[in-house]
């Protein structure tokens, strides 16, 4: 899923003490720098563990319903769960952030969300693996805000563009490479075997994370914690129609992307396509196609604006559920890639706007604009699941439909 945060791109006002800055003496790392290097390639890491560890269960939900003898919606709640805990969590993290040194804050969160990984690898039963995914989206929910973070005090403002890209080129990597790799190895081995590799392989990123990333030169945590503060900003960028639509907006882009990925692994293992766990995980590689179009999304919203783009966006995506109702399975997988297509575009534009409509608050803006973002991943991910139990694939598309017919709505609403 994602480029999951590309609306923190501009992220850098998030209130700090008065000695969180130096006074300018230090200047920004600058491409060119071994720090800078090192930097790209530490919070590279960093997107890559999150959203591998976020999304590696996506593709594991038919087979944890088999072993644990589940219906489809209570085995989506493995992927529910952490979502869920990682939009209170971003939250938490926005506003705590200033009290720890942001190295030692992503690590911990990376390391700890690894270690959960294998203790759900090796949970005795369902209850305990759905506790240690909610434990990991407690933890993984501080990295992104806090590596944007990072980036906006450390990285010169000439450079911050590249060193932004390579970090959410890790976080499309991520989830793409997680979700594919874990499907391949539970078909060869098994699905606790497929989350050890992630958590093993994500302990060692976490290493190399803390390894690589220069200490901060620009941040000093705060012994001060000014709750009314956030409290306050928080408000402030709520009363903002605007935003408004823009959060309702998030809910409505992932709650149309998740179902799809949610629940095709229960389609394409019943006649007339009996696939296998490897061949259903491939269904991932459509991130290509959904990289390439939020590269694209600029160039759209520059001809279109972004209120007829983001509607245009949105279109796309309920049209790719629509095609993907007929049986022969090249339409299908079309369909998919349409889905993809327009979700990568919307979430771009959605996102960018997030940060234009938020003045000085843009930490906070975001911190909203995720928590109806992963709300629509946790809610509808699992509320899904009612409408392929009781109407199958047909149920599913005119639900998604609606979804994104409000979103169309909800874009022609906003102001370019």
Known sequence: MDRDLSQLESLGDLPEPPDARDDGAVAGMRRGEPDFARARAALFLAGFATFSLLWCTQPLLPAFAVHFGLSAPTSALAQSVTAGAIAGSSMAAAALSQLVTRRRLMFGAMFIAALLNLAAAVAPGWSTLLLARFLQGVALGGVPVVAMAYLAEE???????????????????GA???????GVIADLFDWQGAMAVVGGVDLAAAVGF??????????????????AEHLGRWREQFRSPAL???????????SVFVVPFNYAGFRLTRPPYLLGQAEISLIFLTYVFGIASSAQAGNLTARLGARRALAASIAVMTLGMTISLAEPLWSFIVGIVFVTMGFFASHAIASGEVGRQAGGAKAHAASLYLLFYYAGVTFTGWGAGWFWEHGGWLALTVA???IGTLGVWLSLGQSD
């Open 155 to 173: 990285i010169d403002g000439r450079d911050l563009a590249r060193a932004v890209g390579l970090y959410v080129a890790g976080t499309a990597f």
């Open 244 to 254: 408004r639509r823009l959060f309702a907006i998030g809910f409505v882009l992932t």
């Open 210 to 227: 803390y390894l690589l990333l220069p200490i901060s030169r620009h941040f000093r945590p705060s012994r001060a914690f000014a709750i």
């Open 400 to 402: 998604t439909g609606i």
């Open 176 to 182: 793409m490479v997680g979700r594919v790799a874990v």
